[in-house]
């Protein structure tokens, strides 16, 4: 099998789905895991996951996203916003509305693609570390940027700026449907801050009788966005910063299982999915450790700032763990990241 790289990281995935992969584990949505989530379907409710994308409020929570700016479409100088189209045709009745939006595509309820976090890792096992993506994909050459790190020459400058590999729109070309299932950790931990690592997800699935297979797409109720709903776009960053549940990205039992587990995605309710900062670590080590164990290594989509509470209050009150879910992303080619509005269905 050629691939562009000669060797891989440790535990990853690299090749598995084939030397060309850019989904990684949403492979394993196979056409029986759909059917597996659409079996989940007694009642016929549905659940909107997504909050409103003008949500948290601010850029307290990241100062590089931005809410979105709303605008009408002009005709030269007029916006057409309850245009009439007699301004331009006196005979028509038409009264016409027509927008944009200038769009931070992970300010809210979103999906990381592949190409969000990469790692310094040898590829070419010639001793030298470069900038690589899941699936060897490389910086420069598979994902573009305009600003020159580390003093290398870029090898396509001038070139499309953005993910030429590994984009969001890969998975939206897939579609992201199958069996959710859900791990209520605000149930058990409430509202205060907890590292959640292999032994305390353990006893949380255990507790509530949740099943992982693989292939399952594992969602995570930590009560997170139920507070950035509550402050209605006016983030409390004092209160934020000690609240609720996150994975414990240095357990390396916690990564093991999620390796182990097959699961396809993770979708959280909260900020970065893990715990962030990350538990201090002495020497190189990745900021972010589980955004590098999935999406670097093994492919696994992170979903993060879902509205998952009244699902997950649901699913509690009837006895349930499991659900149809429907996630698309944007089909936009070259993004790094995506909106997403997720549908559960009971």
Known sequence: MQTRWKQRPPGSTWGDFGPDDQIGRLNLLTPEKVLQGVAEVREGLVFCLSLPLDFPGGNKLNPRRHAPHLAPTYREDTPYLNFPLKNV?????????????????????????????????DADADGIAERVYYNGYRADEHVVGPVDYGGETP?????????????????????????????????????ARAAVGYDELMRVLEADRVVV???????????FSAHILRMERNPDMSVLDSACACLDGR???L???ITE?????????????????????????????????????????LG?????????AWLRANGR?????????????????????????V
């Not at 769009?103 to 979103?110: E, K, P, R, V």
């Not at 001038?158 to 950790?185: C, F, P, S, T």
């Not at 201090?280 to 590098?292: F, I, N, S, V």
Request: negative net charge; charged residues 20%; hydrophobic residues 40%.
């Open 304 to 312: 993060e700032l879902w509205w998952i509470s009244d699902l997950a």
């Open 155 to 191: 090898r396509t400058m001038g070139q499309h700026v953005g993910a030429r590999a590994l984009g969001i729109e890969n998975y939206a070309v897939k579609g992201i449907q199958g069996r959710g299932v859900m791990a209520d950790l605000h149930a058990h931990f409430g509202d």
């Open 213 to 223: 297979e693989p292939g399952d797409l594992l969602c995570l109720h930590t009560g």
């Open 251 to 253: 357990d390396e039992k």
């Open 255 to 257: 990564l093991a299982w």
């Open 89 to 121: 045709d006196p005979q028509a009745s038409d009264v016409i509305s027509d927008d944009q939006v200038t769009l931070w595509l992970q300010y809210s309820t979103q999906w990381d693609s592949l190409a969000h976090v990469g790692s310094w890792f």
């Open 261 to 301: 587990s097959g699961i396809a995605a993770i979708c959280a309710d909260n900020y970065a999915v893990e715990l962030y900062p990350a538990k201090p670590k002495d020497g190189t080590r990745p900021a972010l450790p589980l955004h590098e164990h999935c999406l670097f290594k093994l492919g696994v989509p």
């Open 321 to 345: 763990n499991r659900f149809l879910l429907t996630a698309p992303p944007l089909r936009l080619p070259g993004a790094v990241g995506s909106p997403a509005t997720p549908i559960a269905t």
